[in-house]
């Protein structure tokens, strides 16, 4: 199917219905989607899939369960404009109806006025109902034309399955929301929300890493036997350089798939008291390489308080790690500096917790201003095409997040730049 805008004209409509009581209308699927063209997974369009996973972050969870469907549909419809899509979501606190909600082609129009009660789209000659799973029944509905079925209707009715499982994640999570906002009380824990999205997206994007990570480890092991072999033999200078700007561009990409599952599945570990500084320590042993082909300086500047948070120790040298190799990045021509400073802020009287403050300072070339609102954001990066995915500063915010502390960003263009991580201290004699 060709990618395409979504075409104008759609009914959005919501029509309230009882609970359905008849047989659901399902046709096999036999057609196979060519690959001579497209990559495919589990004959799913890889494109397809890549538009379902920003569809899925960009689900607006605190709007409650209309927002969220009317949010996958649209992304749905965008996706599979000849299509019928629609949604039967069950509302058990609202009498035992069901809001249903479509999106359909103009040219469908005339076509949807049936009799069968049971379906979503009565007047097209087939429909797939596809579970959202969850307890409440709700479902997901792709209606189509003959014609429209026979090439294309297995990928589609699998992308469906995929977009059912993320509705089954993040519904209760949309529910709860608006449940709070009725009763005017405190919202929606923000990084509940933040957790239940992610393990949707790493589920998704699950697959699509799995089905990437072979070929491009082979891709990479054969480009290196190819320059080793090419340079013993003394071949042209011109093929070598050819063969490592392949070996380079798949191995960014093999970085970027471990990134995306970072990203959306934080490693697991044990939480533990750790010294904030060993693992700061830690990190810059780790980043040697990276500081001196930069020819940055690197100064400690500790307090000499014992500084101890409960963490899991890897995630948080993962945090530093990744502050260390930006700023080596972005450090000038002629060698940086990089400052790293810790102490420890006194209890406050609001929540009477100290905190252990660290301060990751550079003299780089510095963010512009309005860059700074969105550096934390996924996928955004200021950087050549060939050093960044975008994900870097998003799993350092979300790992410091998980650990109840937070993190901030000053900076100046041509000045550098200071991130201040903020961590619950842990007391002499806590466990």
């Known amino acids: ?231 013993a033999g003394g071949r042209d200078a011109e093929d070598v350089e050819r063969l490592r700007r392949i070996g380079e561009a798949a191995n960014r990409m093999l970085r970027f798939t471990r990134e995306l599952v970072t990203y959306a599945r934080p490693s697991n570990g044990v939480a533990a008291p750790v010294p904030i500084v060993g693992i700061i320590d830690r990190a810059i042993a780790f980043c040697e390489h990276v500081l001196a082909g930069a020819g940055m300086r690197v100064e400690r500047d500790y307090t000499s308080d014992p500084l101890t948070v409960n963490a899991i120790s890897e995630q948080l040298v993962q945090v530093f790690v990744n502050l260390i190799t930006n700023a080596s990045q972005a450090a000038p021509s002629s060698g940086g500096r990089l400052v790293v400073r810790t102490y420890l802020r006194p209890a406050s009287r609001s929540t009477g917790a100290m905190t252990v403050v660290v301060e990751v300072e550079d003299n780089g070339s510095g963010i512009p201003d309005d860059h700074l609102p969105q550096i934390f954001a996924p996928f955004f990066t200021t950087k050549t095409e060939n050093n960044g995915t975008g994900l870097g500063l998003s799993i350092v915010k979300g790992i410091i997040e998980s650990h109840e502390g937070d993190i901030q960003v000053e900076s100046q263009l041509g000045r550098g730049t200071r991130f201040v991580i903020e961590l619950p201290a842990l007391r002499a004699g806590a466990s």
């Open 1 to 231: 199917m060709k990618k395409g805008a979504r075409q104008s004209g759609r009914d959005t409509g919501e029509v309230t219905i009882p609970p359905a009581s008849g047989a659901r209308l399902e046709r096999p699927v036999e057609a196979e989607v060519s690959t001579a063209r497209t990559r495919v997974i589990d004959d799913v369009p890889a494109v397809w899939l890549d538009h379902l996973l920003v569809a899925v972050l960009d689900l607006p969870v605190r709007s409650g369960e209309r927002a969220v469907v009317d949010s996958m549909l649209d992304s749905l419809a965008a996706v599979l404009p000849t299509y019928a899509i629609g949604a039967c979501i069950a509302r058990a606190a609202h009498g035992g109806g069901a809001m249903i909600l479509r999106r359909t082609p103009a040219p469908m129009h005339e076509r949807l006025v049936g009799t069968d009660p049971t379906r979503v789209f009565p007047g097209l000659e087939h429909e797939y109902v596809i579970p959202i799973p969850g307890p409440e029944g709700s479902t997901l509905h792709l209606g189509a034309r003959d014609a429209d079925l026979e090439p294309e209707g297995p990928p589609a009715a699998r992308l469906l399955e995929r977009a059912a499982m993320a509705l089954g994640r993040v519904l209760p999570a949309a529910r709860a929301a608006a449940s709070a906002r009725a009763r005017d009380s405190v919202p929606l824990d923000q990084r509940m929300v933040r957790a239940d999205k992610l393990a949707t997206f790493g589920q998704v994007a699950a697959g699509v890493v799995h089905e990437l990570n072979n070929p491009l480890t082979s891709i990479v092991a054969y480009a290196e036997y190819l320059i080793r072999k090419a340079d």
